[in-house]
């Protein structure tokens, strides 16, 4: 139990152009998703915290408008990388922490998708 | 201030041999500390909390507040731990703080 799905894995878009990521926890509900960039054997950087139903909180220094997250269902966010540069390049990773866990911090993480802008 | 922090980039062991992977922290209430890992090519997974307090594949970890450390110890390290290992704090709104993680080599 506790799967999560990135879609896509990869793309590659031109410099300009607008990606969805989507992030669906396959067989449970999640209250709260998060979205990273992870570089290259680095850590992972938290973008943004993402609460269905409600606007996504998001971290000091992160565009909110040029990184555009949904959580339109309990199994569902999205991110949109808007007017994609070749610096957004980058592996973008979203976790989900399960519904009815709100005195825990465990979150399950997605596969990744690798962004690449030319 | 919230952080967690891994001194080593990279470890290096032989086979059989024991390893530690280092993390301490820096949080003002009670902490909740996990292990992730991450295999070459494959997601990051949870290996193991410290309010479990269990042993997973080998590897322990114990809270030690008054060091503020959660390392990560497995007496006899092998090829297939190769990876990296990130250590996580809880925070927040569920939020994670992650450190800048250890990339583990175990070599034949």
């Known amino acids: ?43 992972l950087m938290l973008m943004a915290t993402s609460n269905e139903g409600s606007k996504a909180t998001y971290e000091q220094g992160v565009e909110k408008d040029k990184f555009l997250i949904n959580h339109a269902s309990l199994t569902l966010s999205t991110l949109t990388v808007t007017s994609a540069h070749p610096e957004d390049s980058s592996f973008y990773i979203c976790s989900a922490r399960r519904a009815g866990t709100s005195g825990r911090n465990e979150q399950f993480f997605g596969p990744g998708t690798r962004l690449t802008v030319l | 201030a919230q952080r967690v922090t891994q001194p080593e980039k990279l ?14 922290y820096s949080y003002s209430g009670s902490p909740e500390l996990f292990w992730y890992v991450q295999y070459s090519r494959q997601r990051l997974q949870l290996l193991l909390r410290h309010i479990s307090r269990e042993s997973i594949k080998g590897f322990t970890a114990d809270l030690n ?32 703080i992650f450190g800048q993680g250890t990339e583990l080599s175990v070599k034949p």
């Not at chain 2, 470890?11 to 301490?24: D, Q, R, T, W, Y």
Request: proline share 4%; charged share 20%.
């Open chain 1, 1 to 43: 139990g506790a799967v999560v799905s990135q879609h896509p894995s990869w793309v590659i878009c031109k410099s300009g152009t607008s990606v969805k990521i989507e992030c669906r926890s396959l067989d449970f509900q999640a209250t709260t998703m998060f979205w990273y960039r992870q570089f290259p054997k680095q850590s």
């Open chain 2, 11 to 24: 470890l290096s062991v032989f086979k059989g041999a024991p390893v530690e992977l280092k993390c301490n």
């Open chain 2, 65 to 96: 507040k008054g060091e503020t450390s959660f390392h990560l110890k497995k007496p006899f390290a092998q090829e297939e731990d190769s990876a990296m290992y990130y250590c996580a704090l809880g925070s927040q709104g569920g939020k994670l």
